[in-house]
């Protein structure tokens, strides 16, 4: 009787459309494959294992890490380490200041720039450049909220606020600034290209559609589809030569089954299984098996 319930366990699989959490991973020391390793961004040196600098041999360890006392350590990036602008202005906390120097970023009118795009880079884009030069350059300045339909420049727009919730975004085929409404799918987004997000939804005729899997007309794009708002995915599966989607993963051939899902599931026991299901499944076992023993 036990051990038929656990079989039943093992053999479980989950019906219906399938829609999976966008974030869902397999654990790392799962995957024994370098490609489906790094897809779902852990490092691989032979096995595959959580992407740590403690993890990483010494001729592995550079970037973020750092080699010391015969060991990999995460390292804290100064500022000063820093040696160019655009390295510098790709750290949240610093800034290219006008001595040619990457310092730790305080306040927005600490930097002058030649080019007045090179402020709205600084501070988590918290600048935003002075209106006038002096002796040839923009001061930056903290950003203040604007009314976007006011805007007439479209590097200026896309750099703006209309409010600290809402930005301000440019409609290219009217020409004009608009402000960046909270869109949670792509009917609302409506006959704003620019909003059509190109995985979640496709442009056609004019107006923005949530994707299905039929709008993937090769192999290689037909993987899954994530919602507007990238919290979950539509999973799809290319069979009889065109796209289709998925209502049970037990239709996802060995192949197909890591990628398809976001690295959501693996190939176990002859079977695609979802990874937060498989984890569930053997704590259950494990339960069995310990109130099997005390019995």
Not at 57 to 78: L, N, R
Not at 190 to 208: F, P, R, S
Not at 257 to 283: A, K, P, R, V
Request: aromatic residues 10%; charged residues 20%; negative net charge.
């Amino acid at each position: 009787m036990k051990i038929n319930l656990i079989l039943c366990i093992l053999t479980f699989r989950i019906t219906g459309q399938i829609v999976i959490p966008f974030g869902q991973r397999c654990l790392c020391s799962d995957i024994s494959e370098k490609n489906q390793c790094e897809l779902i961004n852990c490092y691989w040196d032979g096995e595959c294992s959580e992407n740590k600098c403690e993890n990483r041999k010494q001729d592995k360890c550079y970037g973020e890490c750092q080699w010391s006392d015969g060991a990999c350590i995460d390292y804290v990036f100064k500022c000063s380490d820093y040696s160019t602008q655009k390295s510098c202005d790709q750290q949240a906390n610093c800034g290219w200041a006008a001595s040619q120097q990457c310092i730790l970023f305080n306040s927005c009118q600490g930097f002058f720039v030649s080019e007045p795009e090179q402020c709205y880079s600084k501070g988590q884009s918290q600048c935003e450049p002075s209106a006038t030069q002096a002796d040839g350059q923009y001061q930056c300045v903290q950003k203040m909220n604007v009314e976007c339909g006011k805007l007439k420049s479209k590097t200026i727009c896309n750099n703006s606020q209309q409010s600290n919730s809402v930005q301000c975004g440019w409609k290219q085929s009217t020409n004009e600034c608009l402000a960046k409404l909270d869109f949670d799918n792509c009917e609302n987004v409506k006959d704003w290209q620019e909003m059509c997000d190109t995985y979640a939804c496709i442009w056609l005729n004019g107006t923005c559609l949530s994707r299905d899997c039929g709008s993937f007309t090769i192999q290689d794009t037909c993987k899954f589809i994530p919602n507007y708002q990238y919290t979950e995915i539509t999973v799809c599966i290319w069979t009889q030569d065109k796209c289709q989607s998925v209502e049970s993963l037990d239709e996802l051939p060995q192949e197909q089954c890591f990628q398809n899902t976001n690295g959501g599931s693996m190939w176990i026991n002859d079977g695609c299984t979802s990874c937060y299901g498989y984890t569930q499944i053997l704590n259950i076992i494990m339960m069995v098996l310990i109130f099997t023993l005390f019995e």
